[in-house]
């Protein structure tokens, strides 16, 4: 009676074994598919957002904020001239789901007094939103500038802008690399 009572308890330990690959093995498949629908893998879009300044020398960028499909993307204030320094940052970079997106942005600029006097002391809070399609297969690249609009014939106060300009490109490995090498 002992000898079956082992040959069971093997069996049952082996079938435990068994259950417990089966369980690992699952718990790889979900972490995968979990990791790919967390990240849009599945999407096949891909999405480049910059922020360029090219803001006269009588505006300073104090803080820039960005929000896509209504959360919030990325926000950078002017910490020791980090925003002056750098007039082009990568906001985003990574892949979307294909379809309709909505980008809404704000800045804000202080007058530097630089150029006119009367102007330090100003603070300049320009808002835009802007609507994109992400097409399956290709990469979107969406580059928001702030700017001086007009010219000579409009006030400085009426000046800070920002306007979007958006480059589509089939999804491949030369551009992908042209884009992270910087030669677009």
């Known amino acids: 009676m002992g000898g ?4 069971r308890i093997r069996e049952m330990q082996e079938e435990v074994v068994g259950l417990k690959e089966r ?4 718990k790889v498949r979900l972490n995968l598919l979990r990791e790919r629908i ?13 922020h360029k300044n090219d803001m006269g020398g009588a505006f300073s960028l104090d ?4 929000y896509m499909d209504g959360k919030k993307l990325f926000y950078k ?39 006119f006097s009367y102007l330090k002391g100003y603070r300049f809070k ?19 500038i702030g700017y ?13 802008a920002i306007r979007f300009k958006v480059t589509q490109m089939p999804f491949n ?8 090498s910087g030669n677009e």
């Open 4 to 7: 079956k009572f082992n040959e």
């Open 23 to 26: 369980v690992y093995k699952t």
């Open 38 to 50: 967390l990240s849009n893998v599945v999407a096949e879009a891909w999405a480049v957002i910059t």
């Open 63 to 66: 803080h820039v904020l960005y």
């Open 77 to 115: 204030q002017n910490r020791d001239g980090f925003l002056d320094k750098h007039r082009k940052i990568e906001v985003f970079r990574g892949n979307v789901v294909p379809g309709n997106h909505s980008i809404a942005v704000e800045m804000v600029y202080n007058g530097t007094g630089k150029v």
């Open 126 to 144: 320009i808002t835009s939103k802007y609507s994109f399609y992400a097409s399956r297969g290709r990469i979107l690249k969406l580059d928001t």
């Open 148 to 160: 001086e609009k007009g010219g000579i014939t409009y006030s400085l106060e009426e000046r800070p």
């Open 173 to 180: 490995k030369e551009n992908i690399t042209s884009l992270t």
